[in-house]
């Protein structure tokens, strides 16, 4: 036996080798194209939404924690950051130099968990000039604070390391800018950016508050995302004749099995949490009348819960969804694209994801 194993082992190490070197050559050639690419330059002139993670806090290996990207005039604006956040975001090959603020719409962990590493991608990709604006209700100076503390040394490693041409202290960690309404409003202009406006509007997330939603209207076209809600009376108010609708649904059914399932094994906590989180988020039949009652051209569902791990558990999950808004309605993935271009009506989904070597 060991006569035999010596004798093959000399081919078995040579094949070894060369498909190293043709993975090394393969990589080689690939890695231009792929550090260089650039898809917000192709992208035609109008609004485009790009969801970085389309999941909740329940582990999903298909999904991460929310955080969706609004691209215009190739800038791009975050709308919260939770974990695998920056990660995602560079599987899009999406340019973390291009972000121009993180808007959160409340501070579940969740919503917030990966806010450092894209403050650090975006401070070192291409030596920022200025920190990274994040905006939010009453609380986010809390957040950013709290980051800013946390990364500081990290920050002075890196510009001790790099220096200050490549991570330059001045910009490092990011500026809060807290907003509020005013007495009777549930809405208002949060930023103006040439013909962009960014409207936030309050949701109901309860006991999670202050918690808003945010509009985006750009050359006649517009993208409404929800945040964490239930079905809101203003959120359908500020969502009124939007092209799309990007909203959170939870399937209180499909939830049950996982509640069920977890207090068999004994997690009795884990379960009770399952209980509690249905009473702050819509289900897709909410969600699809909110569209409905808004006049949305569209609909986006995110925020999934439960995970479906099977393709087969979305018609279960979407329940009566498509008879209660009847346009085009979507459960939304990491790395889907969802473009408007000015000029039209239509929503066109397609995936920034890559294939092939180093996808």
């Not at 986006?300 to 087969?312: E, G, N, R």
């Amino acid at each position: 036996m060991r006569k035999a194993l010596a004798l093959l082992l000399p081919g078995a190490v040579a094949g070894w080798l060369l498909r190293g070197q043709i993975a090394v050559a393969v990589t080689k050639k690939a890695l231009p194209k792929r550090i260089s690419a650039d898809p917000v330059a192709a992208l035609p002139d109008g609004l485009h939404i790009a969801i970085c993670g389309s999941g909740s806090p329940i582990p999903d290996e298909q999904r991460g924690n929310p955080c969706t990207a609004v691209i215009v005039d190739q800038k791009i604006y975050m709308i919260d950051a939770g974990e695998q956040a920056s990660e995602t975001f560079n599987r899009m090959q999406l340019r973390p130099d291009q972000i121009q603020a993180v808007l959160l719409t409340h501070f579940h962990s969740d919503h917030i968990g990966g806010l450092g590493s894209v403050t650090l991608q975006r401070w070192v990709a291409n030596a920022a000039t200025t920190k990274l604006r994040v905006l939010g209700p009453v609380g986010v100076d809390r957040v950013v604070n709290g980051y800013n503390e946390a990364y500081a040394l990290d920050n002075s490693y890196r510009t001790a390391h790099h220096g200050e041409s490549i991570a330059p202290s001045a910009t490092a960690g990011m500026v809060a800018e807290p907003f509020e309404f005013e007495p009777g409003e549930t809405s208002k202009v949060v930023l103006e950016d040439g013909g962009l406006v960014i409207t936030a509007f309050e949701v109901d997330h309860s006991p999670a508050t202050p918690a808003v939603g945010y509009r985006f209207d750009y050359k006649g076209r517009s993208i409404v995302v929800s945040g964490d809600t239930v079905y809101t009376q203003s959120l359908v108010d500020a969502a009124q004749g939007a092209d799309l609708l990007v909203h959170d649904a939870l399937s209180a059914d499909l939830l049950k099995l996982v509640e069920n399932a977890s207090r068999e094994a004994g997690f009795e906590n884990r379960a009770q949490i399952l209980v509690d989180v249905t009473d702050y988020h819509a289900t897709p039949a909410q969600a699809a009348d909110a569209a409905r009652d808004a006049g949305v051209g569209a609909l986006a569902m995110t925020h999934v819960i439960p995970p479906l791990p099977i393709k087969a558990l979305e018609g279960p999950y979407l329940g009566d969804a498509k008879e209660r808004f009847t346009g085009p309605l979507w459960i939304a993935s990491d790395g889907d694209l969802y473009s408007l271009p000015v000029g039209g009506r239509t929503v066109e989904r397609s995936s920034l994801f890559a294939s092939g070597p180093l996808s």
